[in-house]
């Protein structure tokens, strides 16, 4: 289930803590999230007073200062027993590495000690109806005035955007690649709102929904960085934050198909015995199994560089295409195992596979990593994210 030589006892046990707590206090609301298809906010926040969220946060803002393989076990955990709980891990630490990278001395001691106590849940808004993954193609606009900026536009799949209380926002403030840039925008703030949240094929009990800005006034101290570090402050977010968290939410979805799948081969007889016992079902859960070995590795070793402050970059990119490629495989095998009642909200497969879906697009789909791969591979790539932020440069446009 582990690999140790990527963990030691500190994981091991934040990883039973995880566990426990999960099935304790999430496994029974699942089927509530469920049923009513709309955000947990009373989960969300308990797990959010668990100080997880602090994961990756220095000691000396009331972090845990564990890094991103602590991080990735905590949402993997998560995630194993609902995908929404580890999908909302995972958007609360996109928002964390914004104001952790990009934040000013006085936004990180307002922000991060809140978060890392539990009581701000952080998002980043930067995707458009219009524009979808083409960040430059954005048209949410802040225009100066004085000493602040009016906001006005939208965004769109926004993880965490009903259970937010802060957001940081990309909008344009110029032309080209230079002309973008990041703010933290509070819940609170006139002039925001929040588009009615809409029901979503699955992670039942997490919210990805609109922002909605109308002149809203924002004091030019929210800003995060200068004006024009905004496409940085997106793209090493999603490169080095969400890529290895998606691939974190995809694991955990693996490790239950494979328990599930276990559980009910075993339970399952025909002709007279259980039909984990035929060398069919064997060979598929063999090949479930290897896939999820697989799939691990290539997201512990990723998040191992990252927290060495290597480059990093192919490897987290090739960790998110793994796992989420293997993770929708692997689902549609256990599909074929469990065969029509596989169907039935009966057994847990159908919300797996609903679940694994979701992780697809967000921070590129597999396209795009196979994209990036190939002009790493051909001396093509335009630096490494995974350095610069190491180095102190990431609010360098190149």
């Known amino acids: 289930m582990t690999t140790g030589y990527f963990t030691n006892n500190q994981h091991d046990a934040l990883r039973a803590e995880v ?3 999960a099935e304790r206090e999430v496994r029974p609301r699942i089927p509530e999230m469920e049923t009513q298809k709309t955000v947990h906010g009373e989960l969300s926040r308990l797990i959010a007073r668990q100080r997880w969220l602090g994961v990756t946060i220095p000691e000396e803002y009331g972090g845990m200062g564990m890094g991103h393989l602590a991080k990735t076990i905590i949402i993997e955990e998560l995630a194993r027993v609902s995908g929404a709980m580890g999908a909302m891990v995972q958007a609360s630490q996109l928002g964390v590495a914004k104001i952790l990278h990009f934040g000013s001395d006085e936004q990180k001691k307002t922000w991060l000690p809140k978060v890392a106590d539990g009581d701000c849940l952080p998002t980043i808004a930067v995707t458009e109806s219009a524009s979808g993954g083409h960040v430059l193609g954005m048209r949410a606009r802040a225009i100066r005035d004085g000493d602040d900026y009016i906001l006005n536009g939208h965004k769109v799949f926004v993880g965490n955007s009903h259970v937010g209380d802060v957001h940081g926002v990309v909008v344009r403030t110029g032309l080209g690649p230079k002309g973008l840039t990041a703010f933290l925008v509070e819940s609170d703030r006139p002039g925001f709102a929040l588009a009615p949240q809409q029901s979503t094929m699955g ?17 030019a101290a929210n800003r995060l960085g200068e004006e024009g570090d905004g496409l940085s402050v997106a793209y090493s977010s999603s490169i080095l934050y969400g890529r290895s968290n998606l691939t974190a939410v995809s694991l955990g979805i693996h490790q239950a198909i494979l328990d599930a799948t276990v559980e009910y081969a075993s339970q399952r007889e025909l002709y007279g015995r259980p039909i984990a016992e035929l060398d069919n079902i064997k060979q598929k859960i063999g090949q479930i199994t290897s896939r999820l070995m697989t799939a691990r590795i290539t997201a512990y070793h990723a998040v191992h560089l990252l927290d060495e402050g290597k480059p990093c970059d192919i490897e987290l990119m090739n960790a998110k295409l793994v796992n989420v490629e293997s993770a929708l495989d692997s689902a549609r095998e256990a599909m074929e195992i469990h065969a029509a009642i596989g169907l039935t909200t009966e057994r847990p ?5 609903r679940d694994a879906y979701h992780i697809f697009a967000p921070a590129g789909t597999s396209d795009v990593q196979r994209l990036r791969l190939a002009e790493a591979a051909m ?7 995974s350095e610069r932020i190491v180095k102190g440069e990431a609010v360098k446009v190149h």
Request: net charge positive; glycine share 12%.
């Open 379 to 385: 001396g093509r790539a335009k630096g490494q994210w």
């Open 19 to 21: 566990r426990d707590f």
């Open 349 to 353: 497969i159908e919300r797996f596979l």
């Open 203 to 219: 992670l039942h009990g997490f919210s990805f929904g609109e922002l909605l800005f109308e002149n809203c006034r924002v004091p």
